[in-house]
């Protein structure tokens, strides 16, 4: 069964700094994509990045970055510039791919992330 | 704004009545998830529905049960509350075909509360 672990369950970083976040995930499957979300203290989740498991190029949006180091089974978020903004639970995501309709999507326990002023 | 609309957005309701949240997918998204946030907890997946179907199960208790309907919206029913129901529950809702995009959009949630 898929498996996703975040082994930090808080980290802090000083506004204008960079911080990354580590994710790591356990399959066997070659097709997969890979989501890291945001949830601030109002609580929605905020879609921040994806990867597709296929594509060796790192996703990138903005000040978000990912390094997905796929034969390690690793998939961490780098926020550069680091805003006031940015503090909130980030959850890494794992999806399985197939073509029957049924997805799983699996979460990791998240990542607090304080930034300070 | 994910497209994903859940009501109602808040709920206090007393131990061992019955509740029915809602959800509206995003318009073509044919996947609809139930997930269960606890308080500073991770998102428990429930369960998944796919064009009215039911497609997976996760950590649902007996006492809750879901549907998906043919205008594709859902609602997941729970009885015989407990205070330990009280929680964010979400949903989310995705497109099922591969190249119709991957990405699962959640809704605002509804907080329930038990008392």
């Known amino acids: 069964a898929q498996t996703v672990t975040q082994s930090q369950p808080e980290m802090s970083v000083q506004e204008a700094e960079t911080v990354t976040l580590s994710c790591t995930y356990d399959t066997s499957e070659s097709d997969y994509y890979l989501f890291w979300y945001k949830q601030p203290p109002s609580r929605q989740m905020i879609l921040v990045i994806r990867q597709e498991a296929y594509k060796q190029q790192n996703a990138t949006e903005n000040r978000f970055s990912v390094n997905f180091q796929k034969a390690a089974k690793s998939f961490s978020l780098k926020i550069s510039d680091s805003q006031l903004g940015d503090a909130a639970m980030y959850f890494c995501a794992y999806r399985s791919s197939t073509t029957s309709g049924t997805y799983k999507y699996i979460f990791g326990t998240g990542t607090r992330l304080k930034v300070l002023a | 704004d994910s497209g994903v609309t859940q009501t109602p957005k808040h709920l206090i309701t007393a131990t061992g009545q019955r509740v029915t949240l809602r959800c509206s997918p995003r318009?073509?998204?044919?996947?609809v998830y139930w997930y269960q946030q606890s308080l500073d907890q991770g998102l428990q997946f429930l369960i998944q529905y796919y064009n009215g179907e039911e497609r997976a199960k996760g950590n649902i208790l007996e006492r809750f049960s879901a549907q998906q309907f043919p205008d594709l919206h859902s609602e997941l029913n729970l009885s015989s509350l407990e205070l330990g129901d009280s929680a964010l529950y979400f949903c989310a809702s995705s497109r099922a075909h591969q190249s119709s995009g991957n990405t699962i959009y959640f809704g605002e949630g509804s907080w329930l509360t038990v008392v």
């Open positions: 318009s073509g998204d044919l996947s």
